[in-house]
């Protein structure tokens, strides 16, 4: 039998009851495929069932606001995912009469939407014969076929994408795409892999020279570069102040306490001079009553270092500074906030 005849037998067998599985609908396999992007099922599963009640067609997903939609996606991080998904629906609302494009080049043209994506949905659902490559698919064919060149580089993804697309079954080429992404996700995992239970080591270059570690080969990720930051809970009369992060930078377009950023890390009475001097210049009545410990953070290219000092204060100055808004302390719920931020107001419980 030939190798995706073989996948395909062992995903009959072994596929999970996933909601994504169930469905030809454009919009659900779209959804389904830009929050499991860097995500693993087992989170990205909930994400997709409250994102489905919230925003069950693409015309709801369009008329929500951006913060909504952000809220939503809360604590999956990656949000510039969310705000392309958003835009991408006000899109196909406003110009293309709420249908989602139904070709691999249609789809492409999506805010956000690339040929991993595009060639899932139009698979999928519109049967094109597009091969899917994504981390798993990528680790399943270089360990099948002993591709020496680093999966990430250039040429290295062209051969991958190459022999993806040679494997390909073009009668069937939804569930054959959906087939490869479960062998690398539940069988042909990155440590250990199960090549006992395999059907495939026969053909399999990786595990017939006894080299199964050695693939994916890699070009080594750069060291994620630290940041410290300072996040300043200010309290008055039951209010609070949030500000809101730029576009061009971690966690875009999310809420978030003032903050003072550094390079390296400072200590509590430096930290004290930079709320006075730099936060609340002259303020009266300012009494620092607690400061969290270090919390250490991991995103894909930096490592944060924060800590969260609350402050109590007599009055708000006036005029506020500029992008402050002042919120009741019970409406902090409301606002999208990354998670390491969710994290620490669900331990620190006010
Ligand atoms: S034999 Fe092992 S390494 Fe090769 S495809 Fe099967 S699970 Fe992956």
């Known amino acids: 039998m030939k190798i995706d005849g073989i996948i395909r037998g062992w995903y009959e067998k072994n596929r999970r009851d996933l909601p994504w599985r169930n469905t030809g609908d454009p919009y ?17 599963l ?5 994102f489905t009640r919230a925003f069950p067609d693409v015309v709801s997903l369009a008329r929500a606001s951006e913060d909504e939609v952000l809220k939503k996606w809360q604590g999956l991080g990656y949000y510039s995912r969310a705000r392309n998904l958003h ?26 939407v690339g040929t991993y994506t595009a060639s899932a949905i139009a698979s999928i659902c519109f049967g094109e014969p597009r091969a899917v490559v994504d981390g798993n698919v990528s680790r399943v064919i270089s360990r ?10 250039t040429t290295g993804g062209k051969i991958i994408a190459s022999l993806a697309d040679e494997l390909l079954d073009r009668q069937d080429p939804g569930t054959h795409n959906q087939a490869m992404m479960e062998f690398g996700a539940l069988l042909c995992l990155p440590v250990s ?8 080591k026969d053909h399999c270059v990786a595990w017939r020279t006894g ?10 990720k750069q060291k994620p570069v ?27 377009s999310l809420y978030q306490f003032p903050v003072v950023e550094s390079a390296e890390s400072i200590g509590a009475e430096e930290i004290i001079g930079r709320l006075n001097g730099a936060l609340l210049p002259g303020a009266a009545g300012v009494t620092i009553h607690r400061i969290s410990d270090p919390i250490k953070h991991q995103l894909t290219h930096r490592t944060i270092h924060a800590r969260f000092i609350h402050v109590d204060l007599g009055l708000w100055p006036r005029p506020l500074p500029s992008g402050w808004i002042k919120i009741s302390m019970d409406r ?13 107001m669900e331990v620190a419980k006010f």
Request: charged fraction near 25%; include cysteine; aromatic fraction near 12%.
């Open 28 to 44: 659900r396999i779209w959804l389904s495929e830009v929050i499991l992007q860097q995500t693993r099922v087992s989170q990205g």
């Open 46 to 50: 909930d994400y997709y069932l409250e």
């Open 87 to 112: 835009e991408a629906a006000r899109h196909v609302v406003d110009r293309l009469q709420g249908q989602l494009p139904g070709t691999y080049q249609g789809l492409l043209e999506l805010k956000g």
């Open 144 to 153: 099948l076929f002993g591709v020496e060149e680093p999966v990430n580089s």
């Open 193 to 200: 892999p199960d090549c006992d239970a395999c059907p495939l």
């Open 211 to 220: 080299r199964v570690e050695f693939f994916p080969v890699k070009i080594p």
């Open 226 to 252: 630290n940041r410290w930051i300072y996040y300043f809970i200010l309290r008055c009369q039951g209010e609070t102040i949030i500000t809101k992060r730029g576009r061009d930078d971690i966690w875009p």
């Open 332 to 344: 902090l719920d409301d606002f999208p906030v990354a998670r390491l931020i969710n994290r620490y």
